[in-house]
Each structure stands twice: as C-alpha cells, then as structure tokens.
C-alpha cells in the first residue's frame, strides 16, 4: 500500500528565510505527487504537481519541488519565505491503479516576522 | 477562473439525521471525488465518480453513504443516518484526467 509521511507537523521560518517541508514516500511504482495548501477556513489549492518528465517542478507562489526516486522524497522549498506563505501544506501521491490521493498528515508552516 | 463550489458551508445536524452534501464540480471535468477530514487528522478518500458510476470507494463509504449525480452539474454525497464520528470537512473534487485534482472549500459537517 501507498503511504506518504511528511516530516514536522510544524515547521517555523523567518520571514525571508529558505522554506524545505519533507514529504517522504512508499510506491512500488513510479507515482505521481502533488503538494497542495490550505489557508486557514480555505479548502484545498493545488500547489504543483510531478508526473512525468523534469524532477524538478515549479508551482505557484514561488514554490517548487524535487522529485528523487532514490530517495523515495518530493520535498517542497520556496528560497525565500514571506508572511503570505503561512498555511498548512499537504504532500499526496496517487495509488498504484486508480486515482484517489493518498495525504500525508500536513505541515503548518509559520512565518516569523 | 472555473473553480468547484460546495454547499453549504456548514451544516449542523442531529444523530441519526440524514444529511446531503452538495458540489458542484468544475463543468468539463469527467472525475468527481468526496474526502473528508476530521479534525487533526489526515484527508482520507471517501469515493470516486466516473462515467455516471463509482469507480472506488473506501471502506469509510460504508452503506450509509452514497452519492450521485442528479442533473450533470450537482454531485451529492448523502449520509443516511449520521453519527457523531460523521463530523468532519467534507471536500469535494473534480478532474478532467483524474490525476490533477481540484477541491472545493470544503463543508463542515458537525453532528450533534
């Protein structure tokens, strides 16, 4: 079965600072990835998104995420956060056959000013 | 920019109640989806739509669950009988490839 962990229910940064949230995942086959964000009393945004093609994939908002099949990880960074970049963020994968997202448990991201 | 609605946005009702959730899912999109998340918990998928049928569901999508496609642009998932666990976000999303998928705002569902 598909999991997907994402390290740090938490994560605090300066304004200014290098965001990296870590999604780790399990797959017995190439998956696809998906980082999405969600603002506080807001559904969920589709960040960006790996398929096939270029491991490196840019999103919206600056940010962007690597996929590395060897070390089973799409990390998400944005080199310089701003106050704006407050939310949860969630690192999902599709299963083997079908399309239903598998979630990690999210990350609140903090923004120190 | 077209983007998926839901309604309403919370919903209180009693145990045992019958509740329906409403979407409206993106007009040229052919996959439809139902999550939900309880509160300090992960998103977990409840049901996939497709071609007028469910295409997978969990084992959350019990027998007091369903859902439908009324009219081509409504996409409903009732609950038959709620239960206090029923509380919850319930997200709607839709697809056109079934991979990117799009969310609505979600419903807070609370069951008293």
């Known amino acids: 079965a598909q999991s997907v962990t994402q390290l740090g229910s938490h994560v605090s940064v300066s304004e200014g600072a290098l965001v990296l949230l870590r999604c780790n995942y399990s797959s017995s086959v190439p998956p696809y990835l998906f980082w999405y964000v969600q603002y506080p009393n807001q559904g969920l945004q589709l960040l960006l998104k790996?398929?096939?093609?270029a491991t490196l994939v840019k999103g919206i908002n600056g940010f962007e995420a690597e996929f590395k099949k060897s070390e089973t990880s799409f990390h998400l960074t944005k080199p310089s956060a701003h106050m704006s970049d407050a939310a949860e963020y969630f690192c999902?994968?599709?299963?083997?056959?079908?399309?239903?997202?598998?979630w990690g448990a999210g990350t609140k991201l903090i923004i120190k000013p | 920019e077209p983007e998926v609605t839901q309604t309403p946005s919370h919903q209180v009702t009693q145990m045992g109640q019958e509740v329906i959730l409403r979407c409206v899912p993106i007009?040229?999109?052919?996959?439809f989806y139902w999550y939900r998340q309880i509160l300090g918990q992960k998103v977990e998928f409840l049901v996939s739509f497709y071609n007028n049928e469910i295409s997978e569901k969990s084992e959350i999508f019990d027998d007091q669950f369903s859902v439908e496609r009324p009219d081509g642009s409504n996409f409903t998932l009732k609950i038959r009988s709620t239960k206090l666990e029923d509380s919850a976000m319930y997200f709607c999303?839709?697809?056109?490839?079934?991979?990117?998928?799009?969310f609505g705002p979600g419903t807070r569902l609370t069951v008293t």
């Open positions: 007009s040229n999109h052919l996959y």
């Open positions: 999902a994968v599709t299963r083997d056959s079908n399309y239903q997202l598998i």
């Open positions: 999303a839709s697809s056109v490839t079934g991979y990117e998928q799009y």
């Open positions: 790996y398929t096939t093609g």
